[in-house]
């Protein structure tokens, strides 16, 4: 395409295969309106397996500095199809053992429990509509 060649494929010859989710990994607390949780991480284990990616710097050891963007990390998970891929979120976010700073992860997994998120029938408002539920 840069050098103005037509593309070999069609978007109608590129399958679409499988569901993939993205949660955003921040150093931060829900529960107290999203506060920056800046700290050391003084426990770090990361989940994997099929269909698991962790994207981040961070290491045990690290401080996270109050200066900058509160994500420490992204968990990107697929699946065959939703179900799976909540499934094998809800495993990878258990597994995520990340201590000494608070973080984003109770507030996916409590995501993923809800109905609305589990068939897709949410919208942009819908995340502040389920933390007013909580006050």
């Given at each position: 395409?840069?050098?103005g060649?037509?593309?070999?494929l069609?978007?109608?010859d590129?399958p679409?295969?499988?569901?993939?989710?993205?949660?955003?990994?921040?150093?931060?607390d829900p529960?107290q309106?999203?506060?920056?949780?800046?700290?050391?991480i003084?426990?770090?284990e990361?989940?994997?397996?099929?269909?698991v990616?962790v994207d981040?710097a961070?290491?045990?050891?690290?401080?996270i500095p109050?200066?900058?963007d509160?994500?420490?990390?992204?968990?990107v998970?697929?699946?065959?199809?939703r179900?799976?891929?909540?499934?094998?979120?809800n495993?990878a976010?258990?597994?995520?053992?990340l201590?000494?700073?608070?973080?984003?992860?109770?507030?996916?997994?409590?995501?993923?429990?809800?109905?609305a998120?589990?068939?897709?029938?949410?919208?942009?408002?819908?995340?502040?509509?389920?933390?007013?539920e909580?006050?």
């Amino acid at each position: 395409m840069a050098s103005g060649e037509p593309l070999s494929l069609k978007q109608e010859d590129v399958p679409f295969v499988g569901h993939a989710m993205e949660f955003r990994i921040n150093a931060e607390d829900p529960d107290q309106d999203f506060m920056p949780s800046p700290g050391e991480i003084t426990a770090l284990e990361v989940p994997g397996g099929p269909g698991v990616r962790v994207d981040s710097a961070i290491y045990q050891g690290y401080t996270i500095p109050p200066f900058y963007d509160s994500m420490v990390g992204k968990l990107v998970v697929w699946g065959l199809d939703r179900e799976e891929a909540i499934h094998r979120s809800n495993r990878a976010l258990r597994e995520y053992r990340l201590e000494g700073i608070k973080t984003t992860i109770p507030l996916h997994l409590r995501l993923l429990q809800e109905d609305a998120f589990r068939s897709g029938a949410y919208h942009t408002g819908y995340l502040e509509e389920l933390l007013d539920e909580k006050d």
